[in-house]
């Protein structure tokens, strides 16, 4: 297991983060149930076998199964005695938590209300990254930021990050940040997988100029890429992507993913879900992979893709498959910055 920096900051993380939206849901309707509904001995032995492979990253967020994942995750943290600074725990705010106007959102009063609630939840006196999870439309960028500072500064969160933000309104809550001398977003929580590449025209350039840190969620499109799904109707119908189609994915396109990813894996004897793993580990934006397991065959498989180094050759031939339709400007960066690429200048 390697370890990355968070963002800019001195903490490591791993580069395989357990995520934990499979944890509960057993009581619930809709998404939290077709997801996942490990309860607590099941929750216990897939922590326990992340961490004993070397994951010292949990990620959560309180409107998943509306608590009950949190509450699972701390749990097993007690359960299995893990020393509270041996792993760093990220968790979410924003996702509707109760049927009054002020239970979800990220104004100052709703994430104030909420991060005890998940403190209290996850049996912890602070949480290592707390993240915004959602856009938040009505909100100002100033009262959200200055609401993260005051728990800085109050030491119940150590680090902010975002998710699911567009690249414009980060880099102006950096500047906010940067000229009132707030806490800064050190990470960004987004859909990234080798058939939903969208984020690489505006965020990676911008993550990567600002240095925030890259979580990876769905790396395998839901399943999609797991090796079970192909063309056709003969696909698993105990599978999440099954009963929960999300995120929204080229099909075209993934299938051809697919096939170029069964090719490689045989060659390397993994399977396709470890091949779109290890293309992401090897992209130097990406901090860490976020992987949700059901059971332990799924989390040993995913867990393997940190041992699978692919070729130059592979990624190259990934990369060709999976490649983005050029969009403006990206189109014309190239063609008028061709002569302004960092090199000695000479007259001749």
């Known amino acids: ?45 897939i922590v326990g076998s992340a961490i004993e492979a070397g994951v010292n990253f949990i990620d959560t967020a309180d409107v998943y199964s509306f608590g009950e994942s949190e509450r699972l995750t701390g749990q097993a943290l007690k359960n299995l005695g893990v020393k509270r600074s041996d792993v760093v725990i990220a968790t ?23 991060v005890q609630r998940s403190l209290e939840r996850l049996q912890v006196d602070h949480i290592d990254l707390y993240q915004i999870h959602g856009n938040d439309s009505v909100t100002p960028v100033d009262e959200t930021l200055r609401a993260l500072d005051d728990l800085t500064r109050q030491g119940l969160v150590r680090y902010v990050g975002v998710s699911n933000w567009q690249a414009w309104k980060i880099a102006k809550a950096l500047g906010v940040s940067e000229q009132k001398g707030y806490a ?28 925030l840190g890259l979580m990876v969620w769905s790396p395998l499109a839901g399943g999609l890429l797991s090796g ?53 580990l090897a992209k130097p934006h990406v901090m860490s992979i976020i992987i949700g397991a059901k059971t332990l065959e799924q989390l040993d498989d995913n867990l393997a893709a940190v041992d699978l180094t692919l070729t130059a050759q592979d990624v190259a031939r990934l990369d060709e498959v999976s490649e983005l339709a050029a969009e403006y400007p990206g189109w014309m960066l190239p063609r008028q910055g061709a002569s302004r690429v960092p090199k000695p200048f000479t007259k001749d």
């Open 184 to 211: 800064r977003f050190e990470t960004l929580q987004a859909y990234y997988s080798i058939a939903g590449r969208d984020l690489e025209r505006e965020l990676v350039p911008m993550l990567t100029s600002e240095k």
């Open 228 to 280: 079970k799904f192909g063309p056709g109707s003969n696909n698993p119908q105990d599978a999440r992507r099954t009963n929960f189609d999300f995120p929204p994915v080229n099909r075209d396109r993934a299938w051809a993913c697919v096939e170029a990813m069964r090719e490689v894996g045989e060659a390397h004897g993994a399977s396709v879900a470890r091949v779109a793993l290890a293309w992401l």
């Open 1 to 45: 297991m390697k370890y990355n920096q968070l963002g800019r900051t001195g903490l490591y993380v791993s580069e395989i983060c357990l995520g934990t939206m499979t944890f509960g849901g057993s009581s619930e309707a809709g998404i939290w149930r077709a997801i996942g509904a490990l309860q607590q001995g099941e929750v216990d032995a």
């Open 92 to 114: 979410k705010v924003y996702g509707e938590m109760g049927p009054g106007p002020n239970d979800r959102g990220a104004s100052r009063g709703h994430i104030m209300d909420s």
